[in-house]
């Protein structure tokens, strides 16, 4: 029934088709290549982003009418399901068992850091399916939100003072999930494609846009189908601004991983980086002590 919805919709609904089930045969000519070239891949594959619009949707729908703990226990059945719908992946399974053991933990008064959760997380999918570890979508998921979760908040730590952090966030999430990337992706891929930490930020916010737009719109069709009609216009003009930026960001230099040395070096590189960020992380964390204890006089 969705695949007969979206497919009127054109190029838009194939899309939004590809975000909300991974069903990726309905997508324009050359974007899925282009999301690949731009270091883009991700925001097509189902993710722990997609499975947070989904329940953040579901909270916000809930909990006008019902109390909280109800509106959680409706976003907790609205994304199992989805994940039902959409079928199992490591990285969205991931996302699942994060949520309900975050769930859980909270239940129980328990609060527990996101490193800590991602930590739990990982034992609790290996435990349940071991053959999850020798999958690329298992390391990427990990390894995207381990550097998410340390590489960003080092970097907005250290440069908040002097960049919005509203700002200064998406930047440095981008560079954590690509810099503990690169040497997963050096080694599958054999490509790294270093615009990806722009791309990523201006197009991360679109496609959010596009994807909450497209929901509304498709719980809107079985409501009014007439305005859906009059609103498909102005959601092909967001379509088109995705794909504008897409095959921008593709066009962009990628390096090419081409024997071991490369993969050696990167993975290297990729380490020093991360130590010299957390180094600098902790020398701003000793400097700013000071200031802290004084304010707080």
Same mark, same amino acid.
């Not at 959680?72 to 199992?88: C, E, K, P």
């Not at 930590?119 to 999958?135: G, H, N, Y």
């Not at 990729?270 to 964390?285: D, F, G, K």
């Given at each position: 029934?969705?695949?007969?919805?979206?497919?009127?919709?054109?190029?838009?609904?194939?899309?939004?088709?590809?975000?909300?089930?991974?069903?990726?045969?309905?997508?324009?000519?050359?974007?899925?290549?282009?999301?690949?070239?731009?270091?883009?891949?991700?925001?097509?594959?189902?993710?722990?982003?997609?499975?947070?619009?989904?329940?953040?949707?579901?909270?916000?729908?809930?909990?006008?009418?019902?109390?909280?703990?109800?509106?959680?226990?409706?976003?907790?059945?609205?994304?199992?399901?989805?994940?039902?719908?959409?079928?199992?992946?490591?990285?969205?399974?991931?996302?699942?068992?994060?949520?309900?053991?975050?769930?859980?933990?909270?239940?129980?008064?328990?609060?527990?850091?996101?490193?800590?959760?991602?930590?739990?997380?990982?034992?609790?999918?290996?435990?349940?399916?071991?053959?999850?570890?020798?999958?690329?979508?298992?390391?990427?998921?990990?390894?995207?939100?381990?550097?998410?979760?340390?590489?960003?908040?080092?970097?907005?730590?250290?440069?908040?003072?002097?960049?919005?952090?509203?700002?200064?966030?998406?930047?440095?999430?981008?560079?954590?999930?690509?810099?503990?990337?690169?040497?997963?992706?050096?080694?599958?891929?054999? @490509?790294?494609?270093? *615009?990806? #930490?722009?791309? =990523?930020?201006?197009?991360?916010? &679109? %496609? $959010?846009?596009? /994807? @909450?737009?497209?929901? *509304?719109? #498709?719980?809107? =069709?079985?409501?009014?189908?007439? &305005? %859906? $009609?009059?609103? /498909?216009?102005?959601?092909?003009?967001?379509?088109?601004?995705?794909?504008?930026?897409?095959?921008?960001?593709s066009a962009f230099p990628k390096i090419a991983i081409q024997d071991l040395f490369?993969?050696?070096?990167?993975?290297?590189?990729?380490?020093?980086?991360?130590?010299?960020?957390?180094?600098?992380?902790?020398?701003?964390?000793?400097?700013?002590?000071?200031?802290?204890?004084?304010?707080?006089?």
């Amino acid at each position: 029934s969705l695949m007969r919805l979206l497919y009127d919709w054109g190029a838009s609904g194939g899309l939004l088709l590809a975000l909300t089930s991974g069903n990726r045969e309905y997508l324009e000519d050359g974007l899925k290549i282009a999301f690949r070239d731009a270091g883009l891949s991700h925001i097509l594959a189902l993710s722990g982003m997609h499975l947070s619009i989904i329940g953040g949707i579901a909270l916000g729908l809930a909990a006008g009418t019902a109390g909280r703990r109800l509106a959680v226990r409706f976003s907790l059945i609205v994304v199992s399901l989805f994940v039902w719908f959409a079928g199992n992946s490591p990285s969205l399974d991931r996302s699942l068992i994060m949520v309900f053991t975050a769930a859980f933990l909270r239940s129980r008064g328990i609060r527990i850091n996101l490193f800590s959760l991602l930590a739990l997380s990982a034992i609790i999918q290996l435990v349940l399916s071991p053959e999850d570890s020798q999958s690329l979508a298992f390391k990427l998921s990990y390894a995207s939100l381990t550097g998410i979760v340390l590489v960003g908040t080092w970097v907005t730590y250290c440069l908040e003072p002097w960049i919005p952090s509203r700002i200064l966030s998406g930047f440095g999430a981008s560079f954590g999930a690509q810099l503990f990337t690169a040497p997963v992706a050096a080694g599958t891929v054999a @490509v790294l494609a270093p *615009i990806g #930490i722009l791309a =990523a930020c201006v197009m991360t916010p &679109l %496609v $959010t846009l596009y /994807l @909450v737009s497209g929901i *509304i719109l #498709i719980m809107l =069709a079985t409501i009014i189908p007439g &305005l %859906v $009609t009059c609103c /498909l216009p102005l959601y092909g003009k967001i379509y088109d601004a995705v794909c504008s930026l897409a095959f921008f960001f593709s066009a962009f230099p990628k390096i090419a991983i081409q024997d071991l040395f490369a993969l050696i070096t990167v993975s290297i590189l990729s380490a020093v980086c991360s130590i010299l960020l957390y180094a600098v992380y902790t020398r701003t964390r000793l400097r700013r002590a000071p200031d802290a204890l004084f304010a707080g006089l």
